[in-house]
């Protein structure tokens, strides 16, 4: 069994996000992806958040995806949590009513959640206490104020997601973008904070520290800045994969038939080279995300 954290997956995708760039995948697309890397489920993960160059897309549209190919998709919701009124006037309980019906509705969380907002910001706030209280997952993009992108502003050494993390401690939080995963090592600069560092782990980072330290946060493995943070420095992954075996996902992120996620064959040589234990392996690949959505896959 393999499952996929983070696809973004459309019925018709029509819009390019940036000039010379394709569309995003269709379903259609993603199961060709999937049958290629021997992916038996993916996440469907929408980018609805103001600042996210993509197309905008329904939960009604997701869920006939997954109507569409049964057994295949699992859902997400997405919402900006700027969106139901004022920012300032915004509670909880606008969110919670929300979240409620996706949950209802099969959404296993919410994400991705790209909003160029603080993660201490009021409306941020009132949406993650709804997300902890209906059990909805979390899957984050992250960056730096002073990057002209998107994703939840914080700082180097992530401050502001500690103090998420700890107000809201039975919240599940799927981890993933450059901001998140540099923070693997502990060398971090303002110029290495967003990017793909390669030099090799140093002892100190704030990722493994907030993992030890909060059992809600998992990472999502997806995109170049996840492998990035394994392959960057083998002999240091092999140990990160070993301690928290139970707290990372298999994630690809492919947003384009263009893209080359190798994932899935570099952990499997790992596991095949003895470098990760075959239950680590399972864990990553399918078994963290079955338990943690509650799936019933492993029976």
């Keep these: 069994m393999v499952i996929d954290v983070h696809a973004h997956v459309y019925a018709d995708p029509r819009i390019k996000p940036h000039p010379g760039s394709t569309t995003f995948m269709s379903a259609e697309d993603q199961i060709a992806v999937m049958e290629r890397l021997g992916v038996d489920k993916a996440v ?6 103001a600042e996210c160059p993509a ?3 329904s939960i009604g549209e997701v869920l006939s995806i997954c109507e569409a190919y049964p057994g295949r998709f699992i859902p997400f919701c997405e919402m900006d949590p700027r969106l139901p009124r004022h920012p300032d006037a915004i509670e909880a309980a606008e969110f919670e009513f929300y979240l409620g ?3 209802d509705l099969g959404c296993k969380g919410i994400g991705e959640l790209t909003a160029r907002i603080p993660w201490d910001a009021h409306p941020m706030l009132c949406m993650l206490e709804a997300a902890e209280k ?3 997952i979390v899957t984050f993009h992250t960056i730096t104020e002073d990057v002209n992108s998107y994703g939840v502003i914080d700082e180097v050494g992530l401050p502001r997601l500690e103090s998420v993390l700890k107000r809201f401690p039975e919240l599940v939080m799927f981890g993933h973008s450059p901001g998140f995963w540099s923070e693997i090592s502990g060398n971090v600069t ?3 904070k967003n990017g793909y560092p390669d030099a090799p782990v140093t002892p100190g980072g704030v990722l493994p520290r907030l993992m030890r330290e909060c059992p809600g ?3 999502d493995l997806s995109a170049g800045s996840g492998l990035n943070a394994l392959q960057r420095d083998p002999a240091h992954a092999w140990e990160f994969i ?3 075996q139970d707290r990372l996902l298999l994630g690809l992120d492919f947003c384009s038939v263009d893209n080359d996620m190798q994932h899935v064959d570099w952990l499997t040589a790992a596991r095949n080279d003895g470098n990760i234990s075959g239950e680590a392996f399972e864990k990553v690949m399918w078994r963290n995300a079955d338990r943690l959505m509650s799936l019933g896959l492993a029976g």
């Excluded at 469907?44 to 958040?49: A, K, Q, T």
Aim: aromatic fraction near 8%; include cysteine.
């Design 134 to 136: 209906v059990g909805m």
């Design 242 to 244: 070993d301690e928290f």
């Design 190 to 192: 303002v110029e290495s």
């Design 101 to 103: 019906q996706y949950r």
């Design 217 to 219: 946060l998992h990472g």
């Design 44 to 49: 469907i993960l929408p980018l609805n958040c």
């Design 55 to 57: 197309e905008t897309q």
